[in-house]
């Protein structure tokens, strides 16, 4: 996984949005709770947009550290790559 | 079903300090065509002979749903054997919950299959005994290696998620390398590689089926060299066993704190091996509500959170980090399943697991029968 990578949700992976506004990544017998900045990374994932893009745009929306930000979306990003959950097309 | 696993997830707690379930384990029927020594099913199988019905089980996975539960789990027994699964499946995919079949899959034929996938299954795992059909087949008490190969293949053909499972213990665990070449050969992108817990006929197999610490050391070896050989390909989750380890194994991630199992018959249960620790009160869904049963049954509160625990666990920084381990095997061991797992290096009781390890025993052990 780098910057011009675009990702997809690998098979059996969904994101589910509940009423109270949480967003859980349900993968194969688990499930993760994402923070808001993770929940709307994940939710642009599409295969079509790259993982710079995406970054981008949560760095945009939330007042955040840019650079502590990039690397905690790159780390998750590159964890749930490895898991499977996440595949690239470079 | 043979194994144990805990959830991934990560709690949430609710505003009334009840936490949130988030995850189901329906146990359609304890039946099963195979003799498995490692499940973890009650030895008393005529017990839950009484099966709820299909209006039953839809009861209880739209009661789930309101409770906020994100995922059904369908296992055994085998699943496959109740008719009414596809329709049990479409049931929980509609209430909005992520479906996972558990199953051996010797009866997963392309039609089930396809009425499964239809009906929105999004998961399915599928266990083998061994990567060789002999030694499979004498595992599994019968003749069944093949048809789960065939299983496999109808599956992979098809888009959907798949794990491939094995029960790792004395009789196969020198197979490991196989089992993984095994799940290459069919292109499999999750393996899980689960060391045998000993609760239910496991237990009573404990001395034939414990590893030597050889052959978990090896184990350990060789996932970590195919983990880097296969990395991007295929996960390989290694489910340590916790008579080796130091610490015990954060055990549901906390009792009653998101995971639930429904027996065939409906008692609820805070953990699929619960029916072994013998003065808990259980409730049962034909009685009481799901809801209720979870925030308010005596099986369900007694060990929740973090009040009930003894020392070592009270003072101890990892208490919310494993939660004082196994309820059920600090019963099943130390006679009282209100102590701190055996497992944990703290625990007073902790010479128990050496002991279960040294009493192993090269010798066959006895299949699960009804």
């Known amino acids: ?90 | 079903m043979p194994v144990l696993s805990a959830p991934t997830s990560l709690g949430t707690a609710s505003v009334d300090g009840t936490p949130r379930p988030l995850s189901l384990l329906c146990e359609l029927t304890y039946r099963c065509n195979l003799q498995c020594p490692y499940c973890y099913n009650p030895l008393t199988l005529r017990d839950y002979r009484d099966e709820l019905s299909t209006q039953e089980w839809s009861g209880v996975l739209s009661d789930a749903a309101e409770l906020g539960v994100v995922q059904a789990h369908f296992s055994g027994g085998e699943p496959t054997l109740r008719r009414d699964l596809a329709t049990l499946v479409g049931d929980a995919s509609r209430a909005g919950l992520y479906t996972n079949l558990i199953t051996q899959g010797t009866f997963l034929d392309d039609d089930l299959l396809d009425r499964l996938l239809d009906n929105g299954l999004d998961h399915i795992q599928i266990s083998i005994q061994a990567p060789q059909t002999e030694l499979a087949d004498r595992i599994a008490g019968t003749e069944v290696h093949e048809k789960k190969l065939d299983a496999l293949r109808r599956v992979r053909e098809r888009e959907v998620a798949l794990t491939l499972n094995c029960v790792l213990h004395r009789r196969n665990h020198d197979t490991i390398e196989d089992v993984i070449a095994f799940a290459e050969d069919l292109g499999i992108e999750r393996l899980e590689l689960a060391n045998v817990q000993f609760y239910g006929w496991a237990y009573r197999n404990r001395t034939a089926l414990m590893p030597t610490l050889e052959q978990v050391r090896r184990g350990e070896k060789v996932v970590a060299a195919a983990r880097e050989r296969l990395h991007g390909t295929m996960e390989i989750v290694y489910v340590l066993p916790d008579y080796f380890g130091e610490f015990p194994k954060p055990c549901m991630s906390g009792w009653g704190n998101e995971f639930m199992t429904v027996t065939p018959n409906g008692y609820v249960l805070p953990c699929p091996a619960a029916s072994a620790i013998r003065d808990l009160d259980f409730e049962n869904v034909r009685k009481r509500r799901l809801g209720e049963i979870w925030r308010s049954s005596d099986a369900f509160v007694r060990y929740r959170g973090t009040s009930w625990m003894p020392e070592p666990c009270r003072s101890c920084d990892r208490r919310e980090v494993d939660w004082g381990g196994c309820r059920c095997q600090a019963f099943l061991l130390a006679g009282d399943a209100g102590l701190t797992d055996p497992a944990c290096s703290l625990s007073p009781n902790h010479r128990i697991m050496a002991a279960l390890r040294e009493a192993a025993e090269d010798i066959e052990p006895a299949a699960r029968r009804a």
């Open chain 1, 1 to 90: 996984m780098n910057e011009q990578s675009r990702p997809r949700f690998g098979k059996g992976v969904k994101l589910r949005h509940d009423g109270d506004g949480s967003v859980m990544l349900l993968v194969p017998e688990g499930a993760l709770v994402l923070n808001p900045p993770a929940a709307v990374a994940l939710t642009l994932v599409d295969g079509n947009r790259t993982l710079e893009e995406i970054v981008d745009t949560v760095v945009e929306r939330f007042e955040v550290a840019p650079q502590r930000a990039r690397d905690e979306l790159n780390g998750l990003f590159e964890r749930l790559a490895q898991r499977g959950f996440l595949r690239c097309l470079s």
